[in-house]
């Protein structure tokens, strides 16, 4: 018996350390680790080594994945969370921070711009194209002609970038546009295994399309004759044609990882890109938390302007990401071009849609229409998920479908398997009135919320129903436009509520630029279809936008700052029409507020000239740091040095030098007065600013002193604004709104306060 138990219980102690090592193999995950790289020990010639040597302490197989020395000091690797816990009580050890996932926030417009008729205002000189601009996304197509690099010069001697050979990419794919091409996979291979080549390229080539449609929105040539099936025909061109692009390929099929973002903001740097573009999101942590926001920090002290999008969590309040008061948050609006597709239902009544369909004609005659709801047993059969649909309901008939949960292009493939003819698609109440067009498989269009209900009210009444779509083409002229995109995330800015987010808004809703050829324009492996321009809407195309235009200004004055580039941006962009009425918001049908528009919808035309700007040092925003009480680890996995706040210094968030102003008043045991202390310097001619308030708040009162500034050029000047709280408020009270101006007669210069009670 002894001598059989004995081999039973060695194989038995095999296989459990077996499955215990397996289960330890199991759990590893990647971390970024950050490190404070004066505290190496003298003992190491080399970071590296250090790290190396800190690894190796904690764990007998973990690697590292990157090194970083511009992004951050510091390092990504995968670990257990014992292992990770274990290497963050070592000394010179500044945080150990999981791998966050993120994701992509996904013709008309240089004319909606003005910039077509002001060309005399961004020369094309040699600084406009010395302004090189990074775009992190999906990669790029470089056959797109809007790479073209005709009649473009040399490129700059500050570029430091190259073309990175991958797979079906060569350094012959760059130019004299295009300038570099890179791509940063190993956090992802890390997390999921290695790239499958047969889906996906390995190498800068953009396989999705978003990349190439960022990175020619915000730099794109001028290319004639560009359209999507003939919709939004006419020249397309990026913000600023003549500025240069390199692409850095961080997001792959399975998502964006931070290790991979943070390679990709290292590189930029050493490369010296002028303005990075992220149409990506998913941090809404604390800053020192926030790869993106960490990077970010990094590249502006490196003198970068970073221009992100706003998310496309809208119309919810606190929905906002990339919020760090060093990067430039940019939301969405519409442009003034539709795409109209009218539903015309058998009681003669008619409701606005829209499409981007363009295939085989519906009948002209009306044809039956049925709820999806009613064409299915499943609960969520309205939504036209996959699968759901009865084909004996379907088949030969016109489908009102819900939007929600699905892809709404995906809706119409369901419809269309289950033999259905044409979808209309009706707006929720989460989406409202907004109307977002739609390369669609089958005849399709989108109403708004209340035409949906309209329409459902109709179906549910008559017991023939029946309905024709008429699709109208390209229209130009809407009005009024723009108004804020319902998708579009917004404020208060959850992470420090005294910054007002988002900064701005740009075209986001129904965008014309390049496309990659390897996927159609819906994204569906079913669509064979392939173009060389898409129409496609979200903040992640009204961030390009921003990234371009700041690139133009730049080229106009080379030596201005990150922060000025901004607040030229913000303090010239407006929040009325020109009939003098508010800006709307596509969600509520009603006035946007700047938790929404944030400063107001950009324009470049007088953003190259805006009189006075609020500029910020790196020191501004670390005494930012220490207004937020972070420890001095903290600050210094932001600031990658030692930077201690100073004990009998006082510190205020109030004081950042912003172009807006968030005001916080603390209803339990605060005061009912806040100070909020700016400093302006002139970029343009002597003159004599004067002050101005609107407020729609009667719980609060504001004045500002002094109410005139006089400036010499280049002089800077402050001034205090203060608000006053009424007795009356309290933490129920609304939040109200509020703009201060000021003005030398000719130059305007704008600023949005939003008003809240804690």
């Known amino acids: 018996m002894e001598s059989f138990n004995k ?31 004066s505290e190496m020990p003298e003992s190491f010639n080399h970071h590296t080594l250090w790290y190396e040597s800190s690894l190796n302490s904690v764990s007998d197989s973990a690697q590292l994945i990157y090194t970083y020395d511009n992004a951050i000091h510091g390092f990504a690797t995968r670990l257990t969370p014992e292992e990770a816990s274990s290497l963050e009580s070592q000394t010179g050890i500044l945080a150990v921070l999981p791998e966050i996932k993120y994701e992509l926030h996904t013709t008309r417009t240089p004319q909606f711009l003005g910039l077509d008729k002001s060309a005399d205002l961004f020369p094309e000189s040699s600084s406009s194209s010395d302004v090189i601009v990074g775009v992190l996304d999906t990669g790029v197509w470089p056959e797109s002609k809007s790479f073209d690099d005709t009649g473009m010069g040399p490129v700059p001697a500050t570029w430091k970038g190259e073309c990175q050979i991958g797979t079906n990419f060569t350094t012959a794919n760059c130019n004299r546009k295009l300038i570099g091409a890179r791509f940063f996979s190993k956090g992802y291979e890390a997390m999921l295994g290695p790239i499958d080549e047969t889906k996906e390229s ?56 931070s290790s991979d973002i943070l390679a990709a903001i290292e590189q930029a740097i050493l490369d010296n ?66 795409f109209p597709a009218e539903v015309i239902i058998g009681n003669g009544k008619n409701y606005s849609g829209v499409s981007l369909y363009r295939g085989n004609a519906l009948p002209d005659t009306p044809l039956p229409f049925i709820y999806a709801g ?46 259905g003819l044409g979808m209309v698609l009706a707006n929720t109440p989460a989406n409202g009135e907004e109307l977002v067009a739609d390369a669609h498989l089958l005849p399709a269009t989108a109403v708004g919320e209340k035409e949906g209900d309209a329409i459902k009210k109709y179906l549910f009444s008559d017991s023939n129903p029946t309905v ?19 998708f579009s995330s917004r404020g208060p800015n959850s992470i420090t509520p005294q910054i007002l987010k988002p900064d701005l808004i740009a075209p986001g809703v129904n965008i014309l630029a390049g496309w990659s050829k390897n996927v159609g324009p819906t994204g569906l492996a079913s669509d064979n279809r392939r173009v060389d321009f898409n129409i496609i809407s979200g903040t992640s195309m009204s961030c390009p936008h921003v990234s371009g235009l700041a690139a133009l200004i730049k080229s106009a004055h080379p030596d201005w700052s990150p922060a000025a580039v901004r607040s030229a941006l913000m303090t010239t962009a407006y929040t009325a029409y020109k009939n003098g009425l508010s800006l ?32 910020l040092t790196v020191d501004d925003y670390l005494n930012f740091l220490c207004a937020l009480n972070y420890s001095t680890a903290q600050i210094t996995t932001l600031s990658r040095r030692k930077f ?88 129920q009270s609304v939040n109200g709104f509020a703009r201060l101006e000021w003005s030398d007669g000719k130059n305007v210069v704008g600023s ?7």
């Open 7 to 37: 081999p039973f219980l060695l194989v038995l102690f095999f296989l459990l350390n077996l499955f215990s090592n397996f289960s330890h193999a199991e759990k590893k995950t990647t971390y970024i680790v950050h490190v404070a790289k």
């Open 202 to 257: 390995k190498s800068p080539r953009d396989d999705d399309g978003h990349g190439t449609h960022t990175a020619t929105t915000a730099t794109g040539s001028v290319v004639p004759g560009a359209s999507l099936f003939g919709f939004a025909s006419g020249t397309a061109r990026g913000m600023a044609t003549r500025s240069r692009v390199a692409a850095y390929k961080v997001c792959w099929l399975g998502g964006c990882f």
């Open 273 to 338: 890109v002028n303005v990075l573009s992220l149409s990506l999101g998913g941090g809404m942590s604390d800053y020192y938390r926030d790869s993106v926001a960490i990077g970010s920090f990094a590249a502006m002290e490196k003198g970068i302007l970073i221009s992100c999008s706003a998310g496309n969590a809208g119309p919810s309040s606190y929905s906002l990401s990339n919020v760090a008061p060093w990067i430039t948050t940019v939301g969405a609006g519409t442009l003034d071009r539709d």
């Open 374 to 419: 009613n064409a299915s047993n499943s609960s969520s059969g309205n939504l036209c998920m996959m699968g759901t649909l009865t084909p004996e309901k379907v088949a030969g008939k016109i489908v009102l479908c819900d939007r929600g949960v699905s892809a709404r292009v995906q809706k119409g493939v369901v419809v269309k398997s289950a033999g």
């Open 468 to 486: 024709k779509i008429v699709f109208q083409g390209t229209k130009v002229g809407i009005q009024p436009s723009p108004v804020v995109a319902a």
């Open 584 to 615: 709307r918001d596509s969600a509520t049908g009603k006035q946007s507020t700047p938790f929404d528009h944030g400063a107001g919808h950009v324009d470049p035309v007088s953003a190259v000239n805006p009189g006075l700007v609020y500029d």
């Open 644 to 731: 201690e706040c100073e004990p009998s210094k006082k510190y205020s968030v109030n004081d950042l030098n912003y172009p807006s102003f968030a005001v916080l008043f603390q209803t339990t045991g605060g005061a009912n007065i806040v100070k909020h202390t700016r400093v302006l310097t002139n970029v343009g001619t002597a003159g004599v600013y004067k002050s101005s308030v609107t407020s729609d708040s009667p719980l609060v009162k504001i004045s500002i002193e002094p109410q005139v500034l006089s400036f010499k050029e280049n002089e800077k000047k402050s001034y205090t604004v203060t608000f006053t709280s009424t007795a009356g408020a309290t933490s």
């Open 752 to 758: 949005p306060i939003s008003i809240s009670w804690d």
